[in-house]
């Protein structure tokens, strides 16, 4: 034939490949995982660094890149949820802990970076040094407002800095022997771009904000400015430019008061943690809070792995659905309970469903390297949740210990007895996710055990992006918003693989190897 025709030939002959709803044929396959099938090749005409991973994870809530931390003891505090909002995700806080625990870390990450900062710490001419040193050793920093009052919404008189006070030996002298009072300010309504202006131009560490009689406002610092520098793909909220931070509740009725402590806080997304979501507790939950709160936070929803368990949450307002059932690297719930779903095939189920609603999903489990992820995203989740992934990086709770010649960090699922003991059951957020609160005898659904040590995930997450965008580009999409309209109209095509083809696409047939994942 004219290999001029091979075009022609091909549109006779069909596309190669599977088309999702091919791949995922419960009477023929039965149940799938990632591992059982590849996404083909697309075609590239564009460079991988340009592929856009925005995505939402809930209806309101949109991220530049679809990764989510999961609500474990072992994986999610202040540093991770920090980092990983900074690195373009978002991170979710245990709630294994008392309600006051867990609000105080979601104060710490809203506070973490501000754009105008509404509630600056303040002090009056009359304070003295002691004062400032006590919140620079609480707070980490020295740079404080001086109002007659000295609160905030007083007349300015002045400021005090590292610099005033660094060389002073009297602890006891006051304030307004040292204060700076010639202070560079903006007034109020200036826009959060020009007050960076103002910041870079008079190379000052802080610009207070005052109205026209001179009373203080607000405060902006600089730096917030070198934050919005280093990391451009900061999930922040779109008013206050504050970090976004999630944070795990349970279905009980002292939940309801976690939460108005979490709100209090500055809470942007409740995840409503139970192993199994498709409850009366969790929807009576789910209405309390969109009765209680309307559209100040949003509702992460699960979990679930069938549409007739979306359907209940979803119909009961839940902004986004979580998607996993004994697929953990730590869970053994399949095993014990005999209930569950192989996490490609739940994945596509219910996103497939949710999609039709507008209800953005996240893959929760099974997650264990970057083909993990791009097999999440193709079958319809928004996002991913990661607790392995991420358990044993620097920013994970824990100490790290040494075995046979590894370091190591303790790794834990929230069904194990282990974080079930953690805490009475009032404050634990392990037991009231397994319903096993008044339970005489514990059963476990999670086990212990330790995972290498990944270093910080301000490298381990950048791996993570960067490896996705290349997946995405070698599938020939290049906006991850496009990907799940592509996967529709049989556009990006899949296959499934037996045992012999997994085998091959790993290292195989060396005496020894040794595997360097990203430098």
């Known amino acids: 034939m004219d290999s001029k025709l091979a075009l022609q030939e091909l549109e006779k002959m069909g596309k190669d490949g599977l088309t999702a709803h091919e791949l995922i044929d419960l009477k023929v396959t039965g149940g799938l995982t ?59 806080l245990h709630n294994n802990c008392t309600a006051d625990e867990q609000a105080a870390m979601v104060r710490t990450v809203k506070k973490f970076e501000n754009g105008f900062i509404t509630d600056p710490v303040v002090l009056s001419s009359k304070h003295t ?41 009297d602890e006891s002298a006051e304030l307004s022997t040292v204060m700076t ?21 008079s190379k000052k560490g802080k610009l ?34 504050q970090l976004l931070v999630g944070a795990a509740i349970g279905t009980r009725p002292a939940d309801r008061e976690r939460l108005a402590k979490l709100v209090e806080a500055g809470l942007d997304l409740v995840v409503i943690d139970s192993s199994q979501g498709n409850s009366l507790y969790q929807i009576d939950m789910l209405k309390h809070i969109k009765q209680t709160y309307g559209s100040k936070v949003d509702v992460l929803a699960g979990n679930v792995v069938t549409r007739d368990q ?36 739940g994945v596509f189920q219910v996103s497939q469903f949710a999609r039709k609603f507008g209800v953005p999903t996240v893959a929760d489990g ?45 790794y834990r699922g929230m069904g194990s007895l282990d974080a079930m003991e953690t805490n009475d059951s009032d ?49 020939g999409v290049p906006h991850l918003s496009e990907l799940w309209s592509m996967v529709d109209n049989g556009l990006v095509r899949f ?8 085998i091959e696409g790993g290292v195989h047939d060396l005496f020894s190897f040794e595997k360097r994942l990203y430098k």
């Open 34 to 92: 990632y591992n059982d099938f590849l996404i083909l090749p697309g075609f590239i005409n564009f460079a991988a660094d340009n592929v856009s991973l925005e995505t939402k994870v809930t209806r309101n809530i949109s991220l530049k890149a679809p990764l989510l931390s999961s609500p474990m003891d072992t994986v999610t505090e202040t540093n991770m949820a920090i980092t990983m909002a900074l690195l373009g995700g978002i991170g979710i």
């Open 129 to 169: 040094i002691r004062d400032v040193l006590a919140i620079k050793r609480r707070l980490g920093f020295a740079g404080i407002p001086i109002t007659d009052s000295g609160k905030p919404g007083g007349k300015l008189i002045g400021i005090v800095t590292n610099r005033d006070i660094g060389f002073c030996e």
């Open 181 to 201: 009072t010639d202070v560079v300010t903006a007034k109020h309504g200036v826009t959060l771009a020009e007050a960076n202006r103002i910041l870079r131009e």
């Open 208 to 241: 207070p904000i005052v109205d026209a009689e001179g009373n203080l406002v607000s405060l902006v610092a600089r730096s917030d400015l070198l934050k919005n520098r280093d990391y451009p793909w900061a999930s922040k909220h779109p008013q206050t430019k």
């Open 310 to 345: 979306a359907a209940n949450l979803i119909a009961a307002g839940a902004d986004g659905l979580r998607i996993g059932m004994g697929s953990g690297s730590i869970c053994i719930t399949q095993e014990v309970m005999a209930v569950g779903r192989p996490q490609g095939t």
């Open 366 to 410: 099974g997650i264990g390297n970057i083909g993990h992820i791009a097999k999440a995203l193709s079958l319809g989740a928004s996002c991913v949740m990661m607790g392995s992934l991420l358990a044993g990086t620097s920013e994970a709770p824990g100490e790290y210990f040494f075995l046979d010649g590894k370091r190591l960090k303790k």
């Open 427 to 475: 404050n634990s957020g392990s037991q009231a996710r397994y319903f096993s609160e008044s339970d005489k005898v514990k059963v476990a659904q999670g086990v212990t055990g330790a995972v290498v040590d990944k270093g910080s995930i301000k490298q381990f997450v950048p791996y993570l992006i960067t490896g996705l965008q290349h997946s995405l580009q070698d599938m």
């Open 495 to 502: 296959e499934r693989r037996s045992a012999a083809a997994q």
